[in-house]
Structures are given as C-alpha cells and as structure tokens.
C-alpha cells in the first residue's frame, strides 16, 4: 500500500517539474507578446559585450576575471581585483558605455 501511495504521487508530481525548475524565463525577462522584451534583452547583451571589449583593452582591469550582468540597463559588477583603481576604474568604464543607467559595483578588493 504505502509504494503504491508512493508511486502514484511521482506520477502525478513529474508533471510539475517544469513549474519547479523554471522559475522565470530568460534569466528573468518576462516573456511579452510585443517583442519588446527580446529588444532589451539584445541591448543588454550588447552592454554587456561592449563593457567586456573595454575591460580587454584596459591596462588597469584587463587581468581580472571581473563578472558583468547587465539587466534593463543596470550592470552589476562581481569579482576580484587587487586595487581600488582598478575596482574604481571598472565602475567608471561601465558607467561610460553607452546604453548603461545604472551601475552596481560589488567588486571586492583584496589586500
């Protein structure tokens, strides 16, 4: 009795997986029947690999492995740099990109 219980409340469950799983769609656009969403999220990827060309031709921040997600026009900036020129220049090339309207910068200096 008690593997049937079990087993019967797999079955129905399995159906839910993708509710559990998915969470939102796109890392967490919202899915609109007017393109505009896919809009953004184009000119977000492009912030995002505008900033990355900049870093790769900066002498102050190019050796750091720095994380940039861009979201509706908001970076936020990860990672670890060994300097607060570097972190401060990291902040100042993303603010500078064109498209950005807001930065977080969560880059932490180590000593």
């Known amino acids: 009795m008690r593997f049937g219980v079990t087993l019967l409340s797999l079955l129905l469950l399995s159906g839910c997986t993708a509710l559990v799983v998915g969470g939102t ?6 899915q609109g029947k007017d ?31 720095i994380g940039i997600r861009t979201y509706e026009g908001t970076v936020t900036l990860t ?23 807001n930065v977080n910068n969560q880059i932490v200096v180590d000593h």
């Open 79 to 101: 990672g670890r740099v060994a300097t607060v020129v570097a972190r401060d220049r990291a902040g100042s090339i993303a603010k500078s990109t064109k498209g950005v309207l």
């Open 25 to 30: 769609p796109a890392g967490g656009y919202s």
């Open 35 to 65: 393109g505009g969403d896919s809009e953004v999220q184009a000119a977000d990827s492009a912030i995002t690999s505008s900033i990355k060309g900049k870093y790769a031709a900066d002498a102050a921040v190019r050796e750091f492995d």
